[in-house]
């Protein structure tokens, strides 16, 4: 089975599902039979490569209320055993991080993506590292397994620029709005940070091949940089 991931490294929900998905896969018999590929989405691919903090960015964007958003997800990615820290959070363009994301998938394997993806995630959201500096990826890339030398040369390159944009652009075209997004099997999307339970019981409808398209309605998601919070 084949689990596509559309996420964004800025995106708290996708961290969030990131570990909620994984739990599920834990609890999932077959999990050794499952291949899991992350794919890029940028909630703002119009933001400048100038870093800027995070509170700032979205106050810009959303206004004060935004303080609140924050919190409430830090509170839930508490719970799910995940650091947030949105006053150290440095906001840039998420592209180089895509790229570099591409490259560990090329170049080494769906492993190594992983291995990466979660490296970037803890950095931009918990130790406040600039994800769209090159010399702060190839490190990132290093002590994610990759070599640091040659994540340093691809990313002083334009390797990989036209596949990613072309993924974003195709993303776009099935239909993906909101991150994260998991599409399983190339035919049955799940939207949202769903609970590990939801993630559970479509593994194994898709497992059983029912036929049956898991209609699971968007939970948790960002979209343009919004994220949907529920009430608490």
Known sequence: MKVEIYSDVACPWCYIGKRRFERALAAFP????????????????????????????????????????????????????????????????????HRLLWHALTAYGAKEQAALKDRLLVAHFAEGADVGDRDTLAALAAEAGLDRDRAAEFLASDEGRAEVLAEIDRAAGIGVNSVPTFVFEGKWAVQGGQESATFLRVLEQVAEETGATPAVPAADACADGACEVPEG
């Not at 509170?55 to 947030?84: K, N, T």
């Open 30 to 97: 077959q999990a050794d039979q499952v291949e899991v590929v992350y794919r890029p989405f940028q909630l703002d691919p119009g933001k400048s490569t100038t870093p800027e903090p995070h509170r700032a960015y979205l106050d810009e964007r959303f206004g004060p209320q935004s303080a609140a958003m924050d919190a409430r997800v830090a509170e839930l990615g508490r719970a799910e055993g995940l650091a947030f820290d949105f006053d150290r959070a440095i906001e840039n363009n998420t592209l180089l991080a």
